[in-house]
């Protein structure tokens, strides 16, 4: 038995975490023998499963969820960051500091919007009740400060395309 031979039954005696482990590192590390080896120790087993086209599609689901989530929370902690940068700017005078985080905010606030509008743009097209997306979340439909502010227009497209390609299959 050759030290190749015995390296490859030693990967049979690995556990799946293991092994996946051990094959993300030869992945990362490029090393095409040493991953085709830990691949061909992973046992090969017969599964019964719900349909793969199901699991898929609540795979995407719960994929676009996520990726609305986290948008959802970055802008808001941005536009949060910056009322309150703009605050700070108003009690040390800086007028001109102040004004651009003001905008910064009203921005932050116009991308919430969109963010939203693509969201119900996209569950109406695909049988998807945005207030489940939004439950996941533990979000609410977003509500601006002033009742003037509008959605970014050009965001809200780039949101609907990037959602859009999540829930293709």
């Given at each position: 038995?050759?030290?190749?031979?015995?390296?490859?039954?030693?990967?049979r005696?690995?556990?799946?975490?293991?092994?996946?482990?051990?094959?993300?590192?030869?992945?990362?590390?490029?090393?095409?023998?040493?991953?085709?080896?830990?691949?061909?120790?992973?046992?090969v087993?017969?599964?019964?499963?719900p349909d793969?086209?199901?699991?898929?599609?609540?795979?995407n689901?719960?994929?676009?969820?996520?990726?609305?989530?986290?948008?959802h929370?970055?802008?808001r902690?941005?536009?949060?960051?910056?009322l309150?940068a703009?605050?700070?700017?108003?009690?040390r005078?800086?007028?001109?500091?102040t004004?651009?985080l003001?905008?910064?905010?009203?921005q932050?606030?116009?991308?919430?919007?969109?963010?939203?509008?693509?969201?119900?743009?996209?569950?109406?097209?695909?049988?998807i009740?945005?207030?489940?997306?939004?439950?996941m979340?533990?979000?609410?439909?977003?509500?601006?400060?002033?009742?003037?502010?509008?959605?970014?227009?050009?965001?809200?497209?780039d949101?609907?395309?990037?959602?859009a390609?999540?829930?293709?299959v």
């Amino acid at each position: 038995m050759n030290h190749h031979d015995r390296l490859t039954k030693a990967y049979r005696g690995l556990n799946a975490d293991q092994l996946a482990a051990l094959a993300f590192h030869y992945m990362t590390d490029t090393n095409k023998l040493e991953f085709e080896r830990v691949s061909s120790a992973v046992p090969v087993k017969t599964y019964t499963c719900p349909d793969v086209d199901y699991l898929a599609r609540l795979d995407n689901f719960t994929r676009f969820s996520a990726f609305w989530a986290i948008e959802h929370w970055r802008l808001r902690c941005r536009k949060a960051e910056m009322l309150a940068a703009a605050l700070a700017g108003l009690r040390r005078g800086d007028d001109e500091k102040t004004d651009a985080l003001i905008e910064a905010h009203e921005q932050a606030e116009n991308y919430l919007l969109a963010l939203d509008a693509a969201l119900v743009a996209i569950c109406q097209g695909k049988g998807i009740d945005p207030a489940d997306v939004r439950k996941m979340a533990g979000a609410a439909p977003f509500k601006p400060m002033r009742g003037d502010i509008e959605a970014d227009a050009e965001y809200q497209t780039d949101m609907q395309a990037n959602l859009a390609r999540l829930l293709e299959v």
